[in-house]
């Protein structure tokens, strides 16, 4: 969690125009959705989608008195990021109950050895990643830094019309390679 929230905050926040709260917000919602999404599947392979549907349900009860709460006293509009925080933690904590009560021990332990493990085949693809994201980003950056945003719009435009084609012919190519 600790490299997630390094590289979100390195991303985001150096583009000094992005409230820093709004990308820690931003940044546990998707952490902990991730989690949440765990837990369900849990509940789901127990065969317990009443306990995981009351869960979300309240979870999103509590969302939606939040935001009408938030915006009956007039609040700044990041709150509704806020609300929906506290409604993934509530349901975060919903889950885990439900998983308790099923008599599942969840223990938030790791080996190291299996981390280090993980991390030493993960290395190469990250490195490839990181290059594939600089390949894809350095044209839009130099264009912005060089020229404007305006041609980085026309720029962007015209790069989408020259991919649709590939993407399209690699769907067809796939259609055709299945049969």
Same mark, same amino acid.
């Given at each position: ?58 979870? !999103? +009860? ?6 009408? $709460?938030?915006?009956?006293?007039? &609040?700044?509009? #990041?709150? /509704?990021?806020? @609300? ?52 894809? !980003? +350095? ?6 830094? $060089?020229?404007?945003?305006?041609? &980085?719009?026309? #720029?962007? /435009?015209?790069? @989408? ?19």
């Amino acid at each position: 969690m600790v490299i997630f929230v390094v590289v979100m905050f390195l991303y985001l926040y150096s583009n000094l125009s992005i409230d820093p709260v709004i990308i820690g917000i931003i940044g546990l919602l998707t952490y902990l959705s991730g989690f949440n999404l765990i837990l369900n599947s849990v509940l789901f392979g127990k065969k317990k989608y009443k306990k995981s549907f009351i869960g979300f349900l309240i979870s !999103r +009860i509590i969302f939606a008195v939040l935001i009408i $709460f938030f915006y009956l006293i007039k &609040v700044q509009h #990041y709150m /509704i990021l806020v @609300s929906l925080l506290v409604s993934v933690i509530f349901h975060l904590g919903i889950l885990y109950k439900y998983l308790r009560e099923e008599k599942l021990n969840l223990q938030l332990r790791f080996d190291y050895s299996v981390l280090k493990k993980i991390l030493y085949s993960s290395v190469p693809i990250g490195i490839g990643i990181i290059f594939v994201l600089v390949y894809d !980003r +350095i044209d839009i950056l130099i264009i912005e830094r $060089f020229l404007s945003f305006e041609a &980085v719009a026309v #720029y962007s /435009i015209a790069y @989408s019309l020259y991919k649709i084609p590939t993407i399209i012919s690699g769907v067809i190519l796939t259609l055709f390679l299945q049969t």
